[in-house]
């Protein structure tokens, strides 16, 4: 799932700037680096997504999971076509739930056709990137493994505890897909005294990662758990094979991923309708 929707502020130069890669000023489809990893996160998408509906295109990509939560179900476009824009709206609305549809590259320029639709832009929500081999990982913590499916009771209140989800919302977040052991995407954990402290979910696509919903237990906050969790899971996939891994921050989250050695690549313009965001759920 992707970060839970906050409303934040441009607090960095020109967000709609490309930091990396070669897609600047192209029209989202060249397979330029941007482009390429907008459609790898895309694919990521799909472990949160699994019951609904998940497509990953050259220009666009949805993770719609049919919960009524409204960050449980997005949204990404980067054509340079505003029909693109329309139609991904459409089809989030056709799906009858709330949630929130993010715009990046060269669809930046076409926003008001959101705003058009009467709907506002909640915010700017950090992409970025890492290499395993130049991330500073530390030391592996043997105290983080992959979930098991008896994990998962625990893993779903702590995913609760952190970003105030519903039990729909979090069952959607972690499902059992997500501790399906045979598989290379999952999702790993650290304990702490027998206790589940620090969950995070990262999806493998060949030789590419994403993380998604890294929570720490909030009586568990400053203590580095995060940290030692995040960077004792990559190492274990990097045995593995990924070489690269690619994530959204949270405002919070942002200076442990700098810290870390990941760059940033590009903000998204989060777009979503007024009644949802005030909604409890």
Request: negative net charge; glycine residues 14%.
């Amino acid at each position: 799932m992707l970060v839970d929707v906050m409303v934040t502020t441009f607090n960095e130069a020109d967000p709609t700037e490309q930091r990396t890669g070669t897609d600047r000023a192209g029209d989202g489809r060249s397979g330029g680096d941007v482009a390429t990893w907008r459609c790898r996160y895309g694919m990521g998408a799909g472990l949160w997504a699994a019951g609904g509906r998940h497509v990953v295109e050259d220009d666009r990509w949805l993770a719609i999971s049919g919960v009524g939560d409204v960050g449980s179900n997005q949204a990404l476009v980067w054509s340079g076509e505003p029909g693109r824009i329309d139609s991904t709206v459409e089809d989030l609305l056709a799906a009858g739930v709330p949630g929130v549809v993010n715009l990046a590259g060269p669809a930046l320029g076409w926003a008001q056709v959101m705003v058009d639709r009467s709907w506002v832009c909640v915010g700017a929500l950090p992409f970025m990137r890492g290499r395993c081999d130049t991330l500073r990982l530390g030391a592996f913590d043997r105290r983080v493994r992959r979930l098991e499916e008896q994990d998962l009771a625990a893993g779903r209140a702590l995913l609760g505890q952190a970003f105030g989800w519903t039990d729909e919302a979090t069952e959607v977040a972690l499902g059992v897909r997500a501790v399906d052991t045979t598989s290379a995407s999952g999702f790993w954990g650290l304990e702490e005294d027998g206790e589940l402290v620090a969950v995070a979910g990262l999806p493998v696509d060949g030789s590419s990662a994403t993380l998604f919903s890294m929570a720490c237990s909030p009586r568990h906050q400053g203590r580095g758990f995060g940290r030692s969790l995040l960077g004792s899971a990559l190492q274990r996939v990097a045995e593995d094979g990924v070489g690269e891994v690619l994530l959204t921050a949270s405002d919070s989250g942002l200076p442990l991923y700098r810290s870390m050695g990941f760059s940033m690549v590009e903000y998204w313009q989060r777009w979503s309708r007024p009644r949802w965001m005030m909604s409890p759920t």
